[in-house]
């Protein structure tokens, strides 16, 4: 097997039933959760994640269809630095949900451990568990290089990593190759998807050519949304995985009793984005500090502009919001994250837009 089929080559054992989402209610697609164990000034980390596990049971009685955590590192704002481990927990506090990865740094770790991890995941919860993978750090450079010692520097050889860990999943290594006789263990009789993850054209292209389902981060990089889902689109090629394309978009979604109370639970979060790129990250503030913040012109700017990326207001403005969105995209499922100040408030924002689309038995909310 060459370098370039290496590259090239798609998992095989899955197939599309088992990566395309559920529509309920009234959504015109379906409905997920990708959720950062948020931690917020006068919360600990311990609270937050009892939070998500609080969340998750109740993402799956409303009826969203699945529920992924994201890794992230050096961020006192966010619990999740390791998704394996939390998505072990939420399995064991739940049913039916689908649970994963949003994902998965593929470069900060050997192929053998991920495979052997969502192995075990999959032995624990059988059918139910996605492998996000990225390859950006999730983090700053020094902790990056703290996290990859001993592993490559960079994500250059990201295909190659892809394709070692699909071979470890799948246990079909050829022939000759050093790690022919090696074992991920367990493995048991199914595999997680693989989804790749991204916010610009590499992952789109990648996935688009091995077959693979895709999951772009519009929540923080809605200028190349488009583009890169027309690139995934059209780089596909069917594979065993996947006979068409299937996308979805991560949307940072606010929902409140209106539009003005909406905006004030999105700047918490828009605060702790301009304070994480000033290189001082942090809980997640207030949304009184958030109000009260001293903010010079370009600080304001980099707000507003932040906030014009979150789908924001009243349950039946935020369900148009996503629509709208739907439809511009073009997209199969919609994802939507609500990381602002608050476990209360977060969760009732998620509540609400189940409430929207009569995922939750009650009448749709306005």
């Known amino acids: 097997m060459t370098t370039e089929d290496q590259q090239e080559r798609g998992p095989e054992p899955q197939t599309g039933a088992a990566i395309r989402g559920t529509v309920r209610g009234t959504a015109p697609a379906p409905l997920s959760i990708l959720d950062l164990a948020s931690v917020g000034v006068g919360y600990t980390p311990s609270e937050a994640l009892?939070?998500?596990?609080?969340?998750?049971?109740?993402?799956?009685?409303?009826?969203?269809?699945?529920?992924?955590?994201?890794?992230?590192?050096?961020?006192?704002?966010?619990?999740?630095?390791?998704?394996?481990?939390?998505?072990?927990?939420?399995?064991?506090?739940?049913?039916?949900?689908?649970?994963?990865?949003?994902?998965?740094?593929?470069?900060?770790?050997?192929?053998?451990?991920?495979?052997?991890?969502?192995?075990?995941?999959?032995?624990?919860?059988?059918?139910?568990?996605?492998?996000?993978?990225?390859?950006?750090?999730?983090?700053?450079?020094?902790?990056?290089?703290?996290?990859?010692?001993?592993?490559?520097?960079?994500?250059?050889?990201?295909?190659?990593?892809?394709?070692?860990?699909?071979?470890?999943?799948?246990?079909?290594?050829?022939?000759?190759?050093?790690?022919?006789?090696?074992?991920?263990?367990?493995?048991?009789?199914?595999?997680?998807?693989?989804?790749?993850?991204?916010?610009?054209?590499?992952?789109?292209?990648?996935?688009?050519?091995?077959?693979?389902?895709?999951?772009?981060?519009?929540?923080?990089?809605?200028?190349?949304?488009?583009?890169?889902?027309?690139?995934?689109?059209?780089?596909?090629?069917?594979?065993?995985?996947?006979?068409?394309?299937?996308?979805?978009?991560?949307?940072?979604a606010v929902a409140a009793d209106d539009e003005a109370s909406a905006r004030r639970l999105a700047r918490t979060v828009a605060l702790g984005m301009l304070r994480l790129r000033r290189g001082n990250p942090g809980p997640i503030p207030t949304p009184e500090e958030a109000e009260s913040y001293p903010y010079s012109p370009l600080e304001a700017d980099f707000v507003d502009d932040l906030l014009g990326n979150v789908v924001l207001g009243s349950p039946g403005e935020v369900a148009d919001g996503l629509e709208s969105l739907r439809k511009r995209t073009g997209v199969d499922e919609l994802m939507v994250t609500s990381h602002i100040h608050g476990h209360e408030a977060r969760h009732r924002s998620y509540e609400l837009i189940a409430r929207a689309y009569g995922l939750t038995g009650q009448p749709a909310a306005t």
Do not use: C
Not at 52 to 66: I, K, P
Not at 98 to 127: C, D, K, T, Y
């Open 50 to 252: 009892a939070a998500t596990t609080e969340l998750a049971r109740s993402a799956e009685e409303w009826g969203y269809h699945r529920f992924w955590v994201a890794e992230h590192h050096g961020m006192p704002g966010v619990a999740s630095s390791t998704p394996a481990v939390l998505l072990a927990h939420l399995g064991a506090h739940t049913r039916t949900l689908r649970l994963g990865s949003g994902g998965v740094m593929l470069p900060n770790h050997a192929p053998l451990a991920i495979a052997e991890q969502f192995g075990l995941l999959e032995a624990l919860h059988p059918g139910r568990i996605d492998l996000g993978l990225g390859r950006a750090p999730g983090t700053d450079p020094a902790t990056a290089r703290a996290l990859r010692r001993g592993l490559a520097e960079g994500a250059d050889d990201f295909p190659q990593q892809l394709a070692e860990l699909t071979h470890f999943l799948d246990g079909d290594f050829p022939d000759g190759h050093s790690f022919a006789r090696l074992t991920a263990v367990p493995k048991g009789d199914g595999r997680p998807p693989i989804w790749l993850l991204g916010s610009s054209g590499f992952s789109a292209q990648l996935a688009g050519r091995l077959g693979l389902p895709f999951a772009f981060a519009h929540h923080f990089s809605s200028v190349n949304t488009v583009p890169a889902l027309d690139l995934y689109r059209s780089s596909f090629r069917a594979s065993a995985v996947l006979d068409e394309p299937y996308a979805l978009i991560g949307v940072s």
